[in-house]
């Protein structure tokens, strides 16, 4: 089975519409991430939590929210969705630890089409 | 700000070619360096990383050194196989108050011809 875990995988939805994205780990990991990807942009940070009572916005977290459900689950929500969200979307997970080189493991990606 | 560029792609090999896909970043503090890559259908995984400066990561045949008097972190791999066709990431995460947060170059699609 995977370590992480996104459904779902792909989402076609209108604009307007409140769209929930989520993500389990069975990595045992405390710090969890959101990331879109476009086409020649890579990936951005939407927002980030480090345990289960600590969220913090990333560089482009205007029109998302986030949920930290448990150390396993942490949910992305489109309040309102717009067509410029329309992107892959990845979780991904790492350990705390004391070092900052920790590796960050990916899900498969959600792709999302707001029409 | 701190920030990473790649070299365009997509970038289109023979097998058995020698590949670099070019890296530079910026960064106020001493980063760690990595390369993730992004097979077609799926999600990023780690390739290499290096944690200071003259580090080599090294893993299934690619190899990158981190260079902190030219701000590089080049990949390259001798021999190139049909299987290496993905996009690559570079990507740096800061060792102070950045919580191994990860920022990203915009990726570089290759495709290795038989």
């Known amino acids: 089975d995977a370590d992480v875990t996104q459904t779902p995988r792909n989402r076609i939805t209108k604009t307007g519409k409140r769209i929930m994205l989520e993500c389990s780990q069975t990595?045992?990991?405390?710090?969890m991430y959101w990331y879109r990807q476009d086409p020649g942009l890579g990936l951005r940070l939407i927002y980030y939590s480090f345990d289960v009572k600590d969220i913090n916005k990333g560089e482009i977290s205007d029109g998302y929210s986030v949920s930290r459900q448990a150390q396993a689950k942490f949910s992305l929500s489109l309040e309102s969705a717009i067509p410029n969200q329309t992107a892959l979307y990845f979780c991904a997970t790492s350990d705390s630890g004391t070092s900052f080189t920790d590796t960050q493991y990916f899900g498969p990606g959600t792709r999302l089409t707001v029409l | 700000g701190d920030s990473v560029t790649q070299m365009e792609g997509p970038v289109t090999l023979s097998e058995e070619a020698f590949l670099t896909i070019n890296c530079t970043y910026t960064?106020?503090?001493?980063?760690?360096l990595f390369w993730y890559v992004q097979y077609p259908g799926e999600g990023l995984q780690l390739l290499l990383k290096a944690t200071k400066a003259d580090d080599k990561g090294s893993n299934k045949g690619f190899e990158a050194t981190y260079r902190k008097e030219t701000t590089s972190f080049h990949l390259e791999k001798g021999s190139v196989q049909v299987s290496d066709s993905a996009v690559y990431f570079c990507a740096l995460s800061l060792i102070y108050n950045q919580g191994g947060k990860l920022i990203f170059g915009q990726g570089t699609e290759l495709s290795v011809k038989p």
């Open positions: 990595k045992g990991h405390d710090r």
């Open positions: 960064a106020t503090g001493y980063p760690s």
